[in-house]
């Protein structure tokens, strides 16, 4: 089915319309831990659910970054519980958690192929509500998982829920160095889906969309927040998810999930990391050069040669240090590059010269 989305702080009064359309006796509800009380959403879900006498079961028992062990403790609970519609709250690993479990609880296929077979059970309806804004995974088509530290990227076209809330009270309390973390891989997103040799007139539109919304208001949001920005940076990372959902990413991506497994870096940060050398890269040495126009316009900068650094001020200036720490094996980070993203980037990667820029941001002042 084509997603349903609701976007706004209205959004959350469709929940109790949609639970009753279809039909719910008992909701699994994957969910985070301390976040679903702080952002406010245990309430309002219970609230819900016992007014319209639903059910529920709840898993909340896994990791950050969904490890395979975790999906398949998750799938087994939902087997038990017989529910009837999965709801999922949280951040993008609670969203990918919840999309990966309703996905192989329906379908047979190893994680590290691309063949899926539908089994016996069901495809059970999701309902997905975001609570931190940026990892666009209420909008995607597609999961990240972890399986013996390597990362794979689930894709199918039943993996996208069926509808998304985009509610932005729940991030209203969310810490500034998460605000900034998710912000930027949105904004990181926008950008990269924008450059993306997967690009079309659609996935522009919502890069745009995204882009105006993230690239000034995320500063603001981070060194002044207010409920307002809030709600534009939520918005704005909905419409990023859009569009890398027809584009998916590029480098930054590609090179970053080393960053998170081995170093414990926060999935955007470890994005913002490499993130300044290749907007350099990709605007300098596009053939494109009428797209780079554009987006250079959007962003509002005009000089190419010093795109790096004029990126990484931008980084430093939202909290998240684009400088290495001496432990990094870069090598070894360079290496274990996603091979599978990097080839939707606009530019070929030279890595020594990527590692190269890691090592000169060291002396960056």
């Given at each position: 089915?084509i997603?349903?989305s609701?976007?706004?702080?209205?959004?959350?009064?469709?929940l109790?319309?949609?639970?009753?359309?279809?039909?719910?006796k008992?909701?699994f509800?994957v969910?985070a831990?301390?976040?679903?009380?702080?952002?406010?959403a245990r309430?309002i879900?219970?609230?819900?659910v016992d007014?319209?006498?639903?059910?529920?079961?709840?898993?909340?028992d896994f990791e950050e970054?969904?490890?395979?062990?975790?999906?398949l403790?998750?799938i087994e609970?939902l087997?038990?519980?017989?529910?009837d519609?999965?709801l999922?709250?949280?951040?993008?690993?609670v969203?990918?958690?919840?999309?990966?479990i309703?996905f192989f609880?329906?379908y047979?296929?190893?994680?590290?192929?691309?063949v899926?077979v539908?089994?016996?059970n069901?495809?059970?309806p999701?309902?997905?509500?975001?609570?931190?804004?940026?990892?666009?995974?209420?909008?995607?088509h597609?999961?990240?998982?972890?399986?013996?530290k390597?990362?794979?990227?689930?894709?199918?076209?039943?993996?996208?829920?069926?509808?998304a809330?985009v509610y932005?009270?729940f991030?209203?309390?969310n810490?500034?160095y998460?605000?900034?973390?998710?912000?930027f891989?949105?904004?990181a997103?926008?950008?990269?889906?924008?450059?993306?040799?997967?690009?079309?007139?659609?996935?522009?539109?919502?890069?745009e969309?995204a882009?105006?919304?993230?690239?000034?208001?995320?500063?603001?949001?981070?060194n002044?927040?207010?409920?307002?920005?809030?709600d534009?940076?939520?918005?704005?990372?909905?419409?990023?998810?859009?569009a890398?959902?027809?584009?998916k990413?590029?480098?930054?991506?590609?090179f970053?999930?080393p960053?998170t497994?081995y170093?414990?870096y926060p999935h955007?940060h470890?994005?913002?990391?490499?993130?300044?050398y290749?907007?350099?890269?990709n605007?300098?040495?596009n053939?494109?050069?009428?797209r780079?126009?554009?987006?250079?316009?959007?962003?509002g900068?005009?000089?190419?040669?010093?795109?790096?650094y004029?990126l990484w001020?931008?980084?430093?200036n939202i909290?998240?240090s684009?400088?290495?720490?001496?432990?990094?094996?870069?090598?070894?980070?360079?290496?274990?590059v996603?091979?599978e993203?990097?080839?939707?980037n606009?530019?070929?990667?030279?890595k020594?010269?990527?590692?190269?820029?890691l090592l000169e941001?060291?002396?960056?002042?």
């Amino acid at each position: 089915m084509i997603q349903q989305s609701y976007i706004g702080n209205d959004s959350i009064n469709q929940l109790a319309d949609i639970l009753d359309r279809l039909s719910a006796k008992k909701l699994f509800i994957v969910r985070a831990k301390a976040s679903y009380v702080t952002s406010g959403a245990r309430d309002i879900i219970n609230t819900i659910v016992d007014k319209a006498k639903i059910s529920t079961v709840e898993f909340f028992d896994f990791e950050e970054n969904p490890k395979y062990e975790d999906m398949l403790k998750g799938i087994e609970i939902l087997k038990d519980s017989v529910a009837d519609i999965i709801l999922a709250v949280g951040g993008g690993s609670v969203l990918d958690m919840a999309k990966l479990i309703r996905f192989f609880y329906a379908y047979e296929g190893d994680v590290t192929g691309k063949v899926f077979v539908a089994n016996n059970n069901p495809l059970l309806p999701l309902v997905v509500l975001p609570t931190t804004a940026g990892t666009g995974a209420e909008a995607t088509h597609f999961s990240v998982l972890y399986k013996n530290k390597i990362k794979f990227s689930v894709e199918h076209d039943d993996m996208l829920p069926d509808y998304a809330i985009v509610y932005p009270p729940f991030t209203y309390n969310n810490p500034i160095y998460l605000t900034a973390c998710t912000g930027f891989d949105a904004l990181a997103q926008a950008v990269e889906a924008y450059w993306n040799l997967n690009a079309t007139n659609e996935s522009d539109m919502y890069a745009e969309k995204a882009i105006k919304l993230l690239w000034n208001n995320l500063p603001l949001l981070v060194n002044t927040p207010t409920n307002e920005l809030r709600d534009k940076i939520l918005e704005g990372a909905y419409w990023a998810g859009k569009a890398i959902n027809i584009t998916k990413t590029t480098a930054p991506h590609a090179f970053s999930y080393p960053f998170t497994t081995y170093y414990n870096y926060p999935h955007g940060h470890a994005v913002a990391i490499t993130f300044p050398y290749f907007m350099y890269l990709n605007c300098v040495y596009n053939n494109d050069k009428e797209r780079v126009s554009k987006l250079l316009d959007m962003l509002g900068i005009t000089a190419e040669y010093d795109l790096k650094y004029k990126l990484w001020r931008y980084v430093e200036n939202i909290g998240l240090s684009v400088r290495p720490e001496d432990v990094i094996d870069w090598d070894f980070v360079i290496n274990q590059v996603n091979l599978e993203r990097l080839k939707n980037n606009p530019v070929e990667v030279d890595k020594d010269e990527l590692k190269k820029y890691l090592l000169e941001l060291k002396q960056c002042k």
